[in-house]
């Protein structure tokens, strides 16, 4: 028998009141050239007699002898993957039935390509419809700042991910193990995200970044720092890691934060115009929504000062802004920070 086209891999622990809804959304994928590898990390309520429960031979269930954590849990049914593809699947979201078929079709027309996620539609306590970027130049200007994926959506090149034992998921970088990946696997592949919502995420108190929110910042700011520094070929000082911090943060900013930015996000663009890493159009672009995100975020400055600090800056382009008006949707953008 021929390995299956992809490997969906699934990490579980405790998620008795969700699973059966995650279980039928991937076995009633239309496409269905699977396997579903499944782990139980050592739950104690009744998540692994649900899935047992289940009779499809695309089915393959693990279960650890005591509880390692989803990251080392990930990388353990890496190993047991054919797949030429492997999707990522948590265990309390839903992936709706084009999801695979799409992603299969993308890959295998694109054989650059490493990574390929999905737009989401977040549910339960938080309802949003995200905007990741989609291009290779786009996600790569967008991860000096932030996560450009939805680790629950993506499907990967599973070659790379054997090339050495350092592709793999890094505990030391959880709870952003997977932004960290992405970074990683940057440096072999080119990067893209499907236009499409192709899963719906279920937000609850017991999301992962829910819960480590302040330790995932910590982490984040740690994997930004090695991505901006690797990008435009520069050693940060701590003065320029502070003010690189400050990005995606904009509650209790001071005007001097914002001239800081400013000033930074300007040197950015200079050293690229100079190393040529990134795309300038791309980079600008990202610089631009976090311009006004910086400028416009409520906080305690006036907003007719921000507004002409935002105008007067040499980051505004009129042209610019109304493409980004255009494309991008800045009411979920904004509503996120």
């Known amino acids: 028998m021929s390995n299956p086209k992809v490997s969906v891999i699934m990490s579980v622990y405790n998620a008795e009141k969700f699973i059966c809804k995650t ?34 031979g695309r089915i393959k269930v693990f279960k650890n002898k005591i509880n390692q954590g989803y990251v080392h849990s990930l990388n353990q049914l890496i190993t047991h993957s054919k797949g030429e593809y492997i999707a990522r699947q948590d265990h309390d ?45 786009d996600i790569r200007a967008n991860m000096i700042i932030r996560n450009p994926f939805i680790h629950s959506s993506v499907m990967i090149r599973r070659s ?31 990067l893209a995200n499907l236009p499409n919502a192709l899963l719906l995420i279920r937000w609850h108190n017991s999301n992962v970044s ?26 940060l000082s701590e003065e320029e890691k502070s003010i690189h911090n400050l990005l995606p943060i904009t509650k209790n900013i001071s005007l001097f934060d914002i001239h800081a930015i400013e000033k930074w996000y300007l040197k950015l663009l200079m050293i690229n115009r100079r190393e040529k890493s990134l795309s300038e159009n791309s980079l600008r672009k990202v610089i631009l929504i976090y311009w006004i995100i910086v400028c416009f975020h409520k906080n305690n400055i006036p907003l007719k000062k921000r507004i002409l600090i935002f105008f007067n800056s040499k980051i505004f382009n009129i042209q610019l802004l109304m493409n980004l008006f255009s494309f991008q949707n800045f009411k979920n953008l904004i509503y996120k920070y």
């Open 23 to 56: 279980l039928d959304s991937i076995l009633n994928q239309k496409f269905i050239d699977f396997e579903f590898l499944i782990i139980d990390d050592c739950s104690n309520d009744k998540s692994h007699k649900i899935i047992s429960s289940y009779k499809d």
């Open 210 to 235: 829910h819960l480590n929110e302040n330790i995932q910042n910590e982490i984040f700011k740690k994997i930004r720092h090695k991505i901006v520094e690797q990008a435009f070929s520069i050693e």
């Open 160 to 190: 790379l991910l054997l090339e050495d034992n350092s592709m793999k998921y890094d505990l030391s970088y959880y709870p952003a193990e997977d932004y960290y990946l992405w970074f990683k696997i940057s440096t072999k592949a080119k």
């Open 93 to 137: 979201d839903i992936s709706l039935p084009d999801r695979l078929m799409l992603q299969v079709r993308y890959m295998e027309n694109n054989l650059d390509v490493g990574i390929c996620g999905t737009n989401a539609i977040f549910f339960g306590k938080k309802h949003w419809h995200t905007s990741m970027p989609l291009n290779d130049q």
